[in-house]
């Protein structure tokens, strides 16, 4: 880790007046150096704050002539979580004045460092590192601030050993691990969040009707705040009743029909301001009956819901006090998944075994291979992406297909998901993409940038080079594939 006064080496007001005698690798490394800066220089600030909380750490009622707390007087406090230590209350408004920023924020961010440093020394060495940006230790620091100081460490070992992960992937990580650390605590958040449901509707604020960039002169929007079961039927009937409406409107004049949009806007009015219109008009459909100038439709069964858990057999046998994951739900008790299933038919499917490999001699990726893939990458393996969904992604071939190839180049060891913008990148703009091994994923952009896409985050690979100059070898940190020569 470079010392406070090294990274006060740093060209800070480096200015790029003149860009033209840069290439576009010389660009890309320009941005990598200043992505490195930046780090280096919010580390530099967060050690100037915890070196100014250290100043301020005695007692303010004991220099002569305090005045007393009760009547205002300075004193210590402790802004962090358990095992921080205590400052001087009143000091955050110099040093704020100093930031150019307020009081509150300035207290709150030095309060996630205090946290950083005392609480989660694993993370906070990450931070030093330049490993992690500044923004999510925080934000981890300060989610997990209510654990006491004996827990939160399994939250620190968790993120730190994923800190190659997008910051949104790290971010979910911590949050599961928050849960686990402490589920008792997490039941006291779901029975105190369970009391504050409610439906809301907006209020006009003084310039709204007429601002060009946020107003809203014509509508209104209503908020509802509901159980998680309760919000997902809700949602659901909303879709029924929106497609019923589609499949029961006729095209205009011009030949157009309503958009699903529409449509749901439509199902929500319906069932909110007029209930009984809503059941008048699924009997009468449901009685093969036309309803108002709608054509008859026979009635639509109720859709399946597919709900996907991730969780580790010791929790699924009772024997830890787990937390499962649910796409698109996140991470939750055990029992809250009982709102989930609450009136529903279950059908168990069977455990997807990720030790199988397929390939088939088809273009397309069949089912089981798109499923046993993202299991292995949890979602777009694009380097540093955020995405974690499972849906909407295309199951690309890493290695380009050939339809006059050998036989079996579609399967798990040819499966790279992507998202349809990431996908046409790699397509026309000239990346260079191989699958190294079942999740594990070499990249190279256009300009050379190599990067290491797992499971477990992104990380740079390092170029080794020959005498002249040309490429050796790749060196993959901390992934366990040390060496792999380059063809």
């Keep these: 880790m470079p010392t406070f006064e090294r990274m006060c080496e740093y060209n800070w007001g480096m200015e790029y007046d003149d860009l033209t005698d840069l290439d576009p690798a010389a660009t890309l490394a320009a941005v990598e150096e200043r992505v490195r800066a930046r780090r280096a220089g919010e580390v530099a600030d967060m050690l100037l704050a915890l070196h100014w909380c250290d100043l301020h750490s005695a007692d303010p009622q004991a220099l002569p002539g305090a005045v007393p707390a009760r009547r205002g007087g300075d004193r210590l406090l402790r802004i962090g979580g358990d095992g921080?230590?205590?400052?001087?209350?009143?000091?955050?408004?110099?040093?704020?004045?100093?930031?150019?920023?307020?009081?509150?924020?300035?207290?709150?961010?030095?309060?996630?460092?205090?946290?950083?440093?005392h609480r989660m020394p694993l993370l906070w060495g990450a931070v030093r590192r330049l490993e992690v940006e500044a923004w999510v230790a925080r934000k981890i620091a300060k989610d997990a601030r209510r654990l006491d100081r004996d827990r939160v460490g399994i939250v620190d070992a968790a993120v730190t050993a994923a800190v190659h992960e997008s910051p949104g992937r790290l971010i979910a990580i911590a949050?599961?691990?928050?849960?686990?650390?402490?589920?008792?605590?997490?039941?006291?958040?779901?029975?105190?969040?369970?009391?504050?449901?409610?439906?809301?509707l907006s209020k006009v604020r003084p310039g709204q009707i007429v601002d060009e960039v946020t107003g809203e002169p014509a509508t209104r929007r209503i908020s509802a705040k509901v159980p998680t079961g309760a919000a997902i039927r809700c949602d659901e009937n909303v879709d029924d009743l929106a497609e019923v409406i589609f499949d029961n409107t006729p095209p205009d004049a011009a030949g157009n029909r309503p958009t699903h949009a529409e449509c749901r806007l439509a199902a929500f009015e319906m069932l909110t301001t007029d209930p009984h219109r809503a059941v008048a008009f699924?009997?009468?459909?449901?009685?093969?009956?036309?309803a108002d100038d709608v054509a008859p439709s026979p009635k639509r069964p109720r859709r399946p819901a597919k709900i996907v858990l991730h969780l580790t057999d010791r929790v699924l046998c009772g024997q830890d006090q787990g937390v499962a994951r649910v796409e698109g739900l996140g991470p939750m008790?055990?029992?809250?998944?009982?709102?989930?299933?609450?009136?529903?038919?279950?059908?168990?499917?069977?455990?997807?075994?990720?030790?199988?490999?397929?390939?088939?001699?088809?273009?397309?990726?069949?089912?089981a291979v798109k499923q046993r893939t993202l299991l292995r990458t949890l979602g777009d393996v694009f380097p540093h992406s955020t995405n974690r969904g499972v849906v909407r992604l295309d199951h690309d071939h890493a290695t380009p297909y050939d339809p006059g190839g050998p036989p079996g180049q579609t399967g798990?060891?040819?499966?790279?998901?992507?998202?349809?913008?990431?996908?046409?990148?790699?397509?026309h703009r000239g990346y260079d993409v191989r699958q190294l091994s079942l999740g594990a994923y070499r990249w190279v952009t256009p300009h050379g940038l190599a990067r290491m896409v797992t499971p477990s985050g992104t990380r740079k690979i390092e170029i080794l080079r020959a005498k002249d100059g040309s490429v050796a070898g790749e060196i993959y940190p901390g992934t366990g594939l040390d060496y792999r020569p380059r063809t």
Aim: charged share 30%; proline share 5%; hydrophobic share 40%.
């Design 282 to 290: 699924l009997d009468e459909l449901a009685a093969g009956q036309p």
């Design 175 to 200: 949050e599961a691990k928050i849960i686990e650390a402490d589920p008792e605590l997490h039941r006291a958040r779901l029975e105190e969040d369970a009391q504050r449901t409610g439906v809301w």
């Design 412 to 427: 798990d060891h040819n499966d790279a998901p992507l998202t349809r913008k990431h996908h046409r990148a790699k397509t």
């Design 84 to 117: 921080t230590p205590e400052v001087a209350e009143l000091c955050f408004a110099e040093l704020a004045i100093a930031r150019g920023a307020g009081v509150v924020a300035t207290e709150n961010e030095v309060a996630a460092v205090l946290d950083l440093r």
């Design 333 to 367: 008790l055990l029992e809250q998944l009982g709102e989930l299933l609450d009136g529903r038919d279950l059908v168990v499917q069977p455990v997807i075994d990720l030790d199988v490999t397929k390939s088939v001699n088809g273009y397309e990726h069949p089912t």
